[in-house]
Structure formats: C-alpha cells, structure tokens
C-alpha cells in the first residue's frame, strides 16, 4: 500500500510563497511519476504539475508556469512543490498523487494513490 504524506501548507499573503513537500511510502518511489493536484472550493480537482520518475520531465497547467516548480529527491521519497508569486486564486487544498507509472501523465484517472491534501489559504 503506497502512503502519500504531504505537509507545507498555510496562510500566505499574496506575493509571498510556500514550498510543499509530500513524502512516499510503500513502493519504489524513483520507478514512478509524480503529480501535484489542487481543488478550490466549489471548483473541480485540476492537475497542477506533474514530473517523471526520474524528473527529466515537468508539466505545468498554464494558471501557475513561471511561478511554480515542482521537483523530486529520490533519496528522499519526496516530491516538492514551490510556489512563488502566490495569489489569492492560488487558494486550494494541494493534494499530492501518484500514478503506476514512470513517464508523467495529466490524465488524473491515472492517479491511482492520493495524499490527504494541505491547505493553502492566499490573503489579497
């Protein structure tokens, strides 16, 4: 059973920033892909990034490119997320979530493990 803990969430004033950490367990966590996913309130789940197993590969939905990274320390288990510039619309909870495979995808059905989520709450 693959666990999938994120933490780094909190409350940020607009332009400030935060990194996310999610820390895997269970499987061999440099065989797969990464992803990180946000849902606002009355909003549906969207994929925000996502980075290969080996992080040769990132995406990003266009709403965060050149404010967000996303990165992975293999050694570690973990996948990050930093998010510069933030802005009120950033306001989420962030759910880190794996996929059974290596390469990237932003299909979300093919997400197969989810973490618990961590709220990012951005004040104007």
């Known amino acids: 059973q693959v666990q999938l803990v994120e933490s780094g969430g909190g409350l940020v004033q607009a332009g400030g920033s935060l990194r996310l950490s999610c820390v895997a367990s269970?499987?061999?966590?440099?065989?797969?892909?990464m992803g990180w996913f946000r849902q606002a309130p009355g909003k549906e789940r969207e994929l925000v990034a996502a980075?290969?197993?080996?992080?040769?590969?990132?995406y990003y939905a266009d709403s965060v490119k050149g404010r967000f990274t996303i990165s992975r320390d293999n050694a570690k288990n973990t996948v990050y997320l930093q998010m510069n510039s933030l802005k009120p619309e950033d306001t989420a909870v962030y759910y880190c979530a794996a996929p059974p495979i290596a390469s990237l995808t932003t299909a979300q059905a093919r997400y197969d493990y989810w973490g618990q989520g961590t709220q990012v709450t951005v004040s104007s």
């Open positions: 269970g499987r061999t966590f440099s065989a797969y892909a």
């Open positions: 980075i290969s197993s080996r992080g040769y590969s990132t």
